[in-house]
């Protein structure tokens, strides 16, 4: 980024002088092909040398090319495109980004954010588990839009449109002036660039990404981010982590290995930011602690209570029944309920909100004044967050009416707002009743997820198998013994559970259903391992979920 925003290939941040031997050496090359390249052997370092002077020599030409470039006001790289190796982006999807960025009411934004999606139609191979996750998808509110019109910002997830000049004034510095807001070893670096760098969401802009194709490849893939927002809460000055990790790190490191581990040098302890931007860069962390959290509500109201073990929870009798009713209200009626705003013609939510005559947010409406409104014969482009009509004016009535995906000559037929919206209801019933038997294990999983990211970033080693490898070994050797294995640990925990509860008299509905569903994890985890039949890809909850997906990214 540096390299072809100013010219500069020489290195001048995050030296050897602060970080020891993991930092770099002053004015050192940045961009060539001699950076982290080593042999296998003293017999291949001659070998790997001329390799190296090789390809050095080749590519001269093309690292003198961005070097004029970046050295070259006009010309120099303005803009960042940040992907992971799996991420596809449709044609004109960054070009919208970069529009989009250029709009001189988006110049406060540091990262253009795109919606992310997941082309599970085109897989031949689509589980069950995935399949669940469209369900979530298309029955679910647009979170990151009600977050930018509420904050004016979002969160950052590693994908998006970074604006150079800000990056390198706020997180990177200049020469003599450095900020290195990143630490050198941290890994989930986009809750830094979050609080800094004020992301926005173009929402009708999408790429497509890779899925964890089942839950253990799941578990596998959210332990490793879990690793990087625990490492993240390491590098406060004060806070529950940085206590508790650091006082572990020590004992461990002294009954292990015998010596206190080295720690690296931090510039910057606590990032500088508004209370909104912390508070949307953390979104995912709390997510990670709702399942012990909701663990041990649950506990202190049953296993506690009952033994007055002490933190007990007791729920009086009137207060508990409102207590449940708002809890069903918070968490399923009215995010689901939120669906109708998009659909209803007079709130316009479904077209595009405009404040001014000029676009106030991003992706809503045309970015044109009125002048230029005028000039293209008061054309506005269409938002693409929402399901694509035809150019005929349709009435509610016709509206309703569309219940087929196709025509009858089998092209692409688009679904109205009151087909969608009643898809989405239905399937939001469907999603709750499955979240009741799939979602209570993450009680669990979420303790253990917890535990195993902690304890690698106390050990300084990962202890769990990639997410490559598992889904790699389930393709293979896929069984219920096999599952059984990878997930007895909550059907342990449902066993005890229920013996507690039946020597204990505890009769609570909930807590049994609790039980049930953690009795039935390895079960229910074969069942979402699997493969979708071709038979079933033509049952309703197949089409209307992937026609809803479909009208969602056209």
Known sequence: MVFGTTGNNRAYTYLRDDYGSIGREMDSKCFGFGGNVSADGLEGEVGLKEAVAK??????EDVLRVAAFGADPKQRYFYTMVLDSDTICPVNSIRTLVETAEHPANRSFGIINATLANDYGADDKC?????????????????????????????????????????????????GSLIEALPI????????EAKLLQPAVASDVCLYEEVARNPISALSQSTRWCLGEVRNGCYHADGAYTSLIGTMSFLYSMLAECKKRPSNYVRWRDVPCASSAEYLSHTGFRLF????????????????????????????????????IFTVLALFIVPKGFLILDKLPSLGLGKYCLCTAKASKIGDGSFSDQENEKKRGGHSRRDARTIQVPHEALSDEDSASEESSEDEDGSPHHLGRCSVLYRQLVLALVEILLSLLLFSPELI???????????????????????????????????????????????VCGVVYLTYSIVFEIYDVLVYL?????MLYPLTTYVMCLPVQESCKKSWLWTWVMDIKQGMSD
């Open 289 to 324: 602690h709702a399942g012990p959290g909701i663990l041990l509500v649950t506990m202190s109201t049953s296993l506690k209570k009952k033994k007055k073990m002490g933190l007990q929870l007791v729920v009086l009798p009137v207060v508990g029944i409102y207590a449940f």
């Open 55 to 60: 390809l050095e020599e080749r590519g001269q």
């Open 514 to 518: 609790l039980i049930v569903s953690w």
């Open 445 to 491: 999983v979420g303790v253990i997820r917890l535990v195993r990211g902690a304890w690698a970033q106390v050990t300084g080693s990962a202890s769990w198998q990639p997410q490559d490898s598992v889904e790699k070994e389930i393709e293979q050797s896929l069984s219920v013994w096999y599952v059984f294995k990878k997930t007895y640990m909550v059907f």
């Open 127 to 175: 589980t069950w588990f995935m399949w669940r996750n469209a369900l979530m998808e298309v029955s679910t509110v647009n979170l990151q839009r009600g977050q930018f019109w509420i904050f004016n910002r979002v969160g950052f997830y590693g994908k998006g449109l970074i604006r150079n000049d800000m990056y390198i004034s706020r997180v990177i510095g200049m020469p």
């Open 185 to 192: 070893d941290i890994l989930s670096h986009d809750t830094v």
